[in-house]
T-cell receptor
C-alpha cells in the first residue's frame, strides 16, 4: 500500500541531545514537508522540499535541520538549539505541479525528559 | 492577526445533527482549500479539496468556498459518533507555494449517540 511512514511513533529526548525523526513515502511524490502541531495552534510548517537535494525553511525552522538525499526520504533533526521541542511532528508529501493536496503520516510525538 | 482563523470549539452535537464548521482567512492569494479530519494521536486525513469558489459534495460532506468573503465551510449531514474528531481547515496559494499549507487551529467535534 502506498503511504507515508513516520518513525518512531514516540520519542524521548534528553536536554541537549539531537534527535532525528524519520519520514519515508512510497507515493512517488516530489514534495515533502514537516509540520509541528501544538495544542490549540494548528499545524505550523518547519521545512519543505520540492525536489531532491533542495529544501526551504518554513515558518518555524529555527532549531531544526533536514536533508533530502532521496526522493522517498525526508528526515528531520531536532537540535539542542530548539528551545521547546516537545510536540507532535507530522510529515506530509504532495505531487508537484498544480496539485496542492498533501497527505500525512501518522506522526511522531517527541517529549523532552 | 492569524492568516486563518478557526473556532476551536469544542462543538458537541447529537447523532444525526447537521454540523457546520467554518474558517475565515485574510490572504487573498489563497486559491486551494482543504478540510482535514484528525483523530486523536493520528495524522490528519484529507476529507475535501476544492479550488477557488463554489461547492463540492462528497457523501455526507459538503465544502463551500466564498472567496469574496474569505470564508470557507464544511457541512456534515447526518453526523455519526465516528465523525468525532478534530477538523482542520487548510489553504494554499498554489503556484510556487503548492503544498505549503496554512492551517486553522482546528475544531474539536464530538457527536454523541
Amino acid at each position: 500500500d502506498g503511504g507515508i511512514t513516520q518513525s518512531p511513533k514516540y520519542l524521548f529526548r534528553k536536554e541537549g541531545q539531537n534527535v532525528t525523526l524519520s519520514c519515508e513515502q512510497n507515493l512517488n511524490h516530489d514534495a515533502m514537508y514537516w509540520y509541528r502541531q501544538d495544542p490549540g495552534q494548528g499545524l505550523r510548517l518547519i521545512y519543505y522540499s520540492q525536489i531532491v537535494n533542495d529544501f526551504q525553511k518554513g515558518d518555524i525552522a529555527e532549531g531544526y535541520s533536514v536533508s533530502r538525499e532521496k526522493k522517498e526520504s525526508f528526515p528531520l533533526t531536532v537540535t539542542s538549539a530548539q528551545k521547546n521541542p516537545t510536540a507532535f511532528y507530522l510529515c506530509a508529501s504532495s505531487r508537484s505541479g498544480i496539485s496542492t493536496e498533501a497527505f500525512f503520516g501518522q506522526g511522531t510525538r517527541l517529549t523532552v525528559v | 492577526q492569524k492568516e486563518v482563523e478557526q473556532d476551536p470549539g469544542p462543538l458537541s452535537v447529537p447523532e444525526g445533527a447537521i454540523v457546520s464548521l467554518n474558517c475565515t482567512y485574510s490572504n487573498s492569494a489563497f486559491q486551494y482549500f482543504m478540510w482535514y479530519r484528525q483523530y486523536s494521536r493520528k495524522g490528519p486525513e484529507l476529507l475535501m479539496y476544492t479550488y477557488s469558489s463554489g461547492n463540492k459534495e462528497d457523501g455526507r460532506f459538503t465544502a463551500q468556498v466564498d472567496k469574496s468573503s474569505k470564508y470557507i465551510s464544511l457541512f456534515i449531514r447526518d453526523s455519526q459518533p465516528s465523525d468525532s474528531a478534530t477538523y482542520l481547515c487548510a489553504m494554499s496559494a498554489g503556484g510556487t507555494s503548492y503544498g505549503k499549507l496554512t492551517f486553522g487551529q482546528g475544531t474539536i467535534l464530538t457527536v454523541h449517540p
